[in-house]
């Protein structure tokens, strides 16, 4: 029979105590949800929650947090022998590492957003846990308010996932979409971004994907079981992308993405963010502005597709309450979920080593035997090209004319390739750059098919 347990039933337990480090976007929404939900949750877990404090660096500023809550002793509230789960949504390395290990240490559970933390050093956190027997949670660390930490762990905890890959970033799809949708530059889109909200003003762990980093090393330890950092993960953000790579991208059916792809290939595992060029057709590339999508290949699962809002207070929030619940009931129950397993310790496949298609497009001379003088170049690095098209760019380059004569047409070969080594693949334009007749290279961009069957990466017999 489903009931509700009584009020009765409810003070019979030891209410779980809860203390939060930082009252920001999040941190503020999680202190109303816990207030407006509180007898829902209590209902839920087996036992009240109660907020025993929320530490702070200005009280001033939280005029909306009980001031009686209210402290800027971050140390001493952790360190509180009533503290059950201690909420940390302050961000950053230092003092943050300090106080958690020690709440872990000490048995308290801990329940994080903290992405940069755990893709530095969430081994060490996940040490502590596993010393003292607490839980160490962390939904909210990864695409905001999706589900895809806990359906990695939990869900799939039976199959073999052999690929995460996923937009994690929404302040750089905000700007690739409004560069898509109205052919605005870098620069123009990252303003509007700003203005609309989206761009932090120092817009640099977005856009140069270190906040994409974090999350796909986090994304790659869990589904690989595997220790990865963020120091791992290669790491390309989206200022050099072009409004020429847009419209490059819209004439080959495709669409440009800041892309975290973490891939379990011949035992070892990958992990990258660069922007790259994804077919209009592939589920990702009808993502737009700023929501997230993730989408998971395992062997016997299949594809999966992960999507939502991966930023914002009360989305962030939601996943925040998940995970807070979640260690609440294991406190009453009197165990621990779930641990971070590391046990398959593959090794981490450098950038050169992993497998891409490159888009090149070079500005060339339009004369007799260029064509074979580039697909040289590719054949010579063990490139193999997919596709060649020339497009006439009507202009001249003079200085191939001695005697006062127009000199041959200028044009702009783009080539497409089959997978290769992206080290083959670097070298290969490289070496372009150094052909008489390649007068510059205008845009080079990673393909990614992101369709490829399973079975095609190992994972089907
Ligand atoms: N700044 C992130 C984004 C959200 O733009 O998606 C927090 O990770």
């Known amino acids: 029979m489903t009931q509700t347990r009584s009020a009765a039933e409810l003070d019979h337990r030891r209410a779980v105590n809860v203390a939060l480090l930082g009252a920001g976007v999040v941190g503020s929404q999680v202190v109303r949800l816990l207030t407006e939900q509180a007898d829902e949750l209590a209902a839920r877990i087996g036992a009240p929650l109660h907020l025993v404090g929320v530490a702070v660096r200005r009280p001033q500023r939280h005029p909306d947090v009980p001031a009686d809550l209210l402290t800027t002793d971050a140390a001493e509230l952790v ?19 300090g106080l ?8 308290k559970s801990v329940v994080s957003a903290n992405k940069a933390l755990l893709a530095e050093d969430g081994a060490a956190l996940a040490a502590a846990a596993d010393e003292s027997g607490a839980d160490l949670y962390y939904e909210a660390s990864v695409a905001g308010a999706i589900p895809l930490l806990r359906p990695i762990q939990q869900s799939l905890a039976g199959d073999r996932i052999v690929r995460v890959a996923g937009i994690v970033n929404g302040t750089t799809n905000f700007i690739l979409s409004a560069m898509a949708s109205s052919g605005a530059n870098y620069t123009e889109a990252l303003e509007e971004a700003g203005r609309l909200g989206y ?26 079981h595997t220790r990865v950092t963020a120091d791992d993960v290669y790491r390309e953000g989206i200022r050099d992308v072009t409004a020429a790579d847009i419209a490059a991208a819209k004439a080959l059916g495709c669409t440009v993405k800041l892309l975290a792809i973490c891939e379990q290939t011949d035992g070892s595992v990958s ?13 990702l590339a009808s993502v737009s502005g700023a929501y997230n999508a993730v989408f998971i290949e395992a062997a016997a699962a299949g594809q999966l597709m992960f999507y939502g809002q991966g930023a914002g207070g009360p989305q962030t929030a939601s ?3 998940g995970d807070l619940v979640a260690a609440a009931r294991n406190r009453v129950i009197g165990g621990r979920g779930p641990r971070d397993t590391a046990h398959a310790a593959l090794p ?9 298609r490159y888009h090149v497009a070079l500005d060339v001379t339009d004369r007799a035997g260029v064509l074979a003088q580039v697909a ?4 010579e690095h063990g490139v193999s090209i997919a596709t060649v098209r020339q497009e006439g760019r009507g202009g001249t380059s003079g200085s191939d004319a001695d005697d006062g004569a127009p000199g041959p047409k200028d044009a702009t070969l783009v080539i497409v390739t089959h997978s290769a080594s992206d080290a083959a693949l670097a070298a290969t334009v490289e070496a372009l750059t150094g052909l008489d007749a390649v007068r510059g290279v205008a845009g080079v961009l990673r393909v990614e098919g992101l369709g490829r069957p399973v079975t095609e990466l190992g994972g089907g017999s």
């Open 319 to 321: 996943a925040v309450l």
């Open 348 to 356: 981490v496949l450098a950038m050169g080593d992993t497998h891409t």
């Open 271 to 283: 992990a990258r963010v660069h922007p790259a060029m994804i077919p209009r057709s592939h589920p």
């Open 376 to 379: 040289g170049v590719f054949a």
């Open 199 to 224: 761009a932090e003003a120092d817009p640099t762990a977005d856009v140069d994907g270190y906040d994409a980093a974090s999350k796909a090393a986090i994304l790659a330890s869990l589904a690989f």
């Open 100 to 107: 958690l290990l020690t709440a872990l240490k000490n048995g």
């Open 79 to 97: 360190s509180r022998d009533e503290v059950d789960v201690v909420v940390e949504l302050v961000g950053g390395i230092e003092p943050v590492r």
